[in-house]
């Protein structure tokens, strides 16, 4: 607590500090109101270098030349000042566990605008437009377009493009035309504005903003179909706001004279251009990065470098054709994710990863730092009761009305029909953000007599929107969820079933065709596999990819190698009674032998399906759904059944079960750690088993991984397995002992069995990966689910038959 | 096709609709999928089944193609398997996943229930002598669970055996230790399933309308 206070007095005063000497430092230039000229400071800064030219009466040691490096000094500690509130947000993790961090910023930002305006008696930063959408918003949409789950985006790409475009127009049309007829009514007063201004700002404030869905849902964990939906949702309105916005700006400015057919059919051409035609950019410029990655092997070093530029410059190169910029930057990185993982060198590839989450977080915290400081400014406040709490109902009104229509309307041709609770949760989920805010600072306000108002009222909508909806959001999820799935636990024998009649389910429908390979999807598939990776990807890529789980195995091997010959080197198997000794190489060899390969695996799996369950899992119906895996396919040729089976108990997840996560601030490779761990530790501890058995001359264990999974189907698996269960049935029930994390337990050696608890019981975790299959409830039912399992070896007597 | 059989065939759907339940239109799709499937013969055999490509990774597909050849699914009161079925066993059996109408009585409901339980029942008991003994629980827990080794396979033998002492406690409350608990019932299917909603749960939704999906390949 001290230590927070502390913090936050010295940042505080570090500021005030700073503000008092940059403002006395400024005061030549005056700054214009809340829209100065572009760049982050409102003050002038023109006066590079000015000082040289004063006259000097004798030589001055040391200077301060303040103006010389005003405008970057100003950058950088914004910059500065943005993360050090992100570092005070994060200090309490109870807080942004309730409040979403993007309040949390906002306040702040509020707070610094208080501070500066009170220094100055002016607003002297604040969010312009031009710095927004040039040098803030790009990489947050860059990151969002590379981490994009491809394939569950492309699968429910239909219904995300019927809530972006018909949604928002939806959205924009009602609520203008709400807002008009209010105005009409005499609601709002005496305001100098039209029906096309409404219309105009409507379209503004209808469009669901990327930036603010991913910083609450990130705090909500919600199935992966629903937060794809709005997410997808939310990147793809652009196209549509953008037109609508130009659209109207178009309209207002020839008056409403003008306006005839020819005009609205030339709008609604454009926008189809504008959409199609950013998509295309950025696919162009994502065939442009992938072949440029083709041909960097020899500057590694700074091929990250190249995605950075050329995703800027397809964003700005759309902006230039007057295209939907942020479609072209999402479609640029969601088409050349999966090249450039398998061009790139793995340390390229983590470098991506990382600075990527590290420009789009800054951003975004840039981003909300600024929505509060811009508030602080009483000259772009007005004030109307009237239009405001108009224009908060009818958003929020609005939007749950078009999503029941359209879900209603939708469901009736999908074959996973979206929920209640998920369409309460997407109406509610539609946060307005900076974007909207971005766009209604660039009215004229020759034209736009109201802009005050207009910003103001985004503003508030933002601000309301961001922290209140914000807030509610997890308290609502839960308490719809709660009230909705049965919280009585299931017998062991219920989750069999459950399971059972997913699988079932999944079945039926593959058969009856109902949900079936798309004709087109497979089509894709073979023209891109043929073609695509073949111009797309270095040969060496492509080749590895098949080879990478032989990789994991022989990397496996050379560990387990070296880690019993370090054992043999001190002595037959001493070193396993160091138990702690023991786990802490095995960790750190495993981390760092395991590292290199992660990204690959994980960037080789990046598209299709990437992330194994995660351990919490909020989706209390348990269900297992086996799509087909298109790296499963490439699995069959690999040569080591153990890896392709380890790998593949990644691969059960349930449809409806939150596997993947977009996470602004969490990279996959954080979360996977400890159920690979898991998994690689009992391969380790397999091998390691048959390894000493076959040193001690007892007859093999093994053949655990000689069940060769020949290049056909895994199905076959099953079969094939006979002979081995006598013999591992003891050391099966041990296994199963241990995930109880019985540390206790480790005492009592059991024979041959003693390796494996000394570094089986340091797992620790609950494994979820190991029971998974079972049921990947919360780890508590998992631990009810244990003592089942132990009751074994005393009960399995009265079964044998 | 000419006109006269088209409409036979529209009489044979009638008919069909009648004791399945399905819309005309739906018994038209899963007719053109069985084409599909047996490649425009009049029977399927499990080999057209085994083919779909879709199906390869589902642990159950052994069991499920069973099922459509098991006589028990197909209502005739019999037991034993057959080596082809034709389009209206294919749909006696899809009948059973068919979603619960919107207002049915309590009785009805129940009786739903049974059937769709029924078919797990019998997915599950091999060898159609009315319980599912042990071994065969193991085998589907283990055809369930295991798309992987050893590993997984002692797993779910574990898990097999600690469901059916569950089972096993709850239908028969506590047993002598020389008590041998011969299988699950399928009464004691039913007590144990009661709590799950089956008649909800167990469910395709069979469009009516003919999509792109359905041209798809295998």
Known sequence: MACRTCLWLLGTAFFTCTVRLVVEGTEVGA?????????????????????????????QIVTFKWHHVEAPYLIALWILVAGVSKMVVELNHSLTSVIPESALLILIGWILGGIIYGAGKMQTFTLTPTVF???????????AGYFMPNKLFFSNMGAILVYAVIGTCWNAATVGLGLWGCWLGGAMGDIDIGLLQFLLFGSLIAAVDPVAVIAVFEEVHVNEVLFIMVFGESLLNDGVTVVLFNVFDAFVSLGGAEIDAVEIIKGIISFFVVAFGGSLVGIIFALLISLLTRCTKNIQIIEPGFIFILGYLSYLTAEMLSLSAILSIVFCGICCQKYINANMDECSVTTVRYVMKVFANGSETIIFVFLGISAIDPAIWVWNTGFILLT????????????????????????????????VVMSYGGLRGAVAYGLVAMLDENKF??????????????????????????????????KRAAVTELTLAEKIQNRTFDHMLVAIEDISGQIGHNYMRDKWHNFEERWLCWLLMKPSARKSRDYIFNIFHQLNLKDAMSYVKEGERRGSLAFVRNETKADVDFNKKFRASFSEIMPDIMADNMGPDHVPLSSILQDIVPSVCLDMHEQDLEMRESEDFNAHHLLQQHLYRGRKQHRHRYSRSHLETNKDENEVQEIFQR??????????????????????????????????????????????????????????????????????LFPMRAYGVEAGIVNPAFMAEMDPMDNMQQMQQIPHVALLPQTLNSFDP | MGASQSARTEHEFQDLADRTGFSLEQIGNLNKRFRQLSKNEQTLSRQDLASISALDNNPLRAQIINAFFDKRNLRQNEVGTVQVIGFEEFLMVMSHFRPAAMHITEEEREKLRREKLRFVFNMHDTDSD??????????????????????????????????????????????????FYEGITFENFLQILKTLDIETRMHVRFLNMDTATMRCGK
């Open chain 1, 133 to 143: 959408f040039f040098y803030l918003l790009p990489q947050v949409i860059l990151d």
């Open chain 2, 130 to 179: 009315g319980t599912i003994t042990l071994e065969e629980y193991r085998r589907a827990v283990e055809e369930l669970l295991s798309k992987a080794g050893t590993i997984g396979q002692e797993t779910a033998k574990a898990i097999a055996d600690a469901a059916m002492l569950e089972v096993a406690s709850t239908t028969r409350g506590k047993m002598e230790p020389d008590e």
């Open chain 1, 392 to 423: 908060l109902l009818f958003i929020f009104v609005f939007r749950f009305i078009g999503v029941f229509l359209l879900t209603w309307i939708l469901n009736k041709y999908r074959l996973v029909p979206l929920e209640f609770i998920d369409q």
């Open chain 1, 449 to 482: 007599k109201e802009k005050n108002l207009m910003v103001s009222t985004t503003l508030i909508v933002v601000y309301f929107t961001v922290m209140l909806q914000g807030i509610t959001m997890k308290p609502l999820v839960t308490w719809l969820k709660v």
């Open chain 1, 683 to 752: 391969t380790m501890r397999s091998r390691l088993e048959s390894f000493k058995s076959a040193k001690m001359g007892v007859a093999p264990a093994k053949k655990i991984q000689t069940k060769h999974q020949k290049k056909d189907k895994p199905q076959k698996m099953p079969n094939g397995n006979s002979t081995d269960k006598s013999k591992n049935h003891p050391y099966g029930d041990k296994d199963l002992e241990f995930s109880e994390g019985d540390c206790g337990s480790g005492g009592e050696a059991a024979g041959d």
């Open chain 1, 31 to 59: 700054p214009q109101g809340s829209h100065p000229e572009p760049g982050v400071v409102g003050s002038n800064h023109s006066q590079a270098g000015g000082g040289h030219g004063s006259s000097i009466s004798g030589i």
